[in-house]
């Protein structure tokens, strides 16, 4: 079976193009998978434009995140069986423990080749099951931004019934924060540019809202919802244009965990609030395949399911790639790879 890559030569949304990709069979410990479906982050937007690693080596094909049929398997393979519905995991070598200083070297769609493909070859460390009853398409939004919220939330931060949350705009990361927030128990406030997409997490369970473009000073908001206490948790998108608000917002001893660079990067940032009031700052990459398997657990439990805003055939990449950086989605985008 022949398969097709989105190929990006140079960087810009104008240098992806379709090109045939020839893979090998798979080797002892290898997985050929069928892809079905892949999802966008705003990673692989920034990838794709160069600004997030401008030394990134070229031709690259990108995608973080996507899922499967195996259609093949090596001859020591134990985990997986021809026929299983997989997904990719972000960091293809990252099992269980904490992160290591070469974890970041097998990040799909990146330092190695991405999923944004007809068919990819894996190595057995780099797949796990998908929840079951998930689509494919379902199934592919879980491994970067899903599996970063289920990281900061649960896995660092401990959350428990009765705290608070607070959440930046309606993004995947958030959208997946909000959901398995209240799957916890904990109270969620939630800020967006958009009150129809406000009114939209609140249908999903979101405590208090606030348009951060008609209240530029939310964090006096936040407080004000918190009778003068601050939130317990900060699932921090925003980076350096919204980290010094975010100070302000948490409650002494709070966690801020610091994940994107939405709003910004490379600005100072006064340390002090950090230590006056005894703030917890923890940075999150993804997290590893013991986590997902956690997170799994907890969206088959508490039957979640992914919030999708648009799909688009992967002949159209490029077109979901400029939905995302229009920024009118509402949770994630998917590519349906065989439209
Ligand atoms: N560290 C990690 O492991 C990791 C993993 C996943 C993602 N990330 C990073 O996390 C960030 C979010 O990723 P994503 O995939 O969720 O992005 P996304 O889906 O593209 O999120 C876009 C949304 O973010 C909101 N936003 C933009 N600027 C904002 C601001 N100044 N204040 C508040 N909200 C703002 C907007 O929401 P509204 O339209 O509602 O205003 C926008 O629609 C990115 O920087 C990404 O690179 C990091």
């Known amino acids: 079976m022949s398969a097709t890559a989105l190929r990006l030569n140079a960087f810009g949304l104008d240098n992806l193009s379709l090109e045939p990709l020839a893979l090998p069979d798979p080797g002892p410990t290898e997985i050929l998978v069928d892809l079905h479906a892949a999802s966008l982050n705003y990673r692989d937007l920034m990838v794709i434009l160069g600004t997030y690693n401008p030394k990134q080596a070229l031709p690259r ?27 990719s995991l972000f960091f293809q070598d990252w099992l269980d423990g904490p992160i290591q200083p070469t ?32 689509t494919h398409a379902e199934a592919a939004t879980l491994p970067c931004s899903a599996l970063t919220a289920w990281n900061a939330l649960v896995e660092k931060g401990n959350l428990h019934a009765g705290q608070t949350v607070l959440l930046l705009g309606t993004g995947g990361v958030s959208l997946f924060a909000l959901q398995i927030a209240k799957a916890h128990g904990a109270r969620v406030l939630i800020t967006s540019s958009s009150d129809e997409k406000l009114a939209r997490a609140r249908t999903l369970g979101a405590d208090d809202v606030i348009n951060y473009r008609t209240t530029p000073d939310w964090d006096r908001e936040v407080f004000r919802l918190t009778a003068n206490r601050g939130v317990d948790h900060i699932v921090e998108v925003g980076g350096a244009g919204t980290l010094p ?43 590893s395949r013991a986590m997902y398997a956690r997170m799994n657990a907890a969206i088959d439990t508490n039957h979640l399911h992914p919030v999708i805003d648009s799909t688009f055939p992967l002949t159209q990449a490029r077109e979901a790639l400029t939905h995302m950086q229009s920024a009118n989605h509402y949770g994630k985008i998917v590519l349906n790879l065989k439209a």
């Open 61 to 87: 094909i990108p995608g973080s995140d996507a899922a499967g049929i195996v259609t093949a398997i090596g001859s020591a393979v134990t985990r997986f069986k021809v026929g299983d519905h997989v997904t």
């Open 245 to 287: 608000l975010s100070l302000k917002a948490v409650t002494p001893g709070g966690h801020i965990y610091v994940i994107g660079v939405l709003a910004g990067k490379g600005q100072l940032i006064d340390p002090t609030p950090i230590l006056a009031k005894a703030i917890h700052v923890q940075g999150v990459y993804v997290g």
């Open 103 to 134: 974890t970041g070297k097998s990040a799909l769609g990146g330092p190695i080749d991405g999923v944004f493909s007809t068919q990819h070859l894996f190595p057995e460390t780099g797949l796990i099951h998908a929840p079951a009853g998930f």
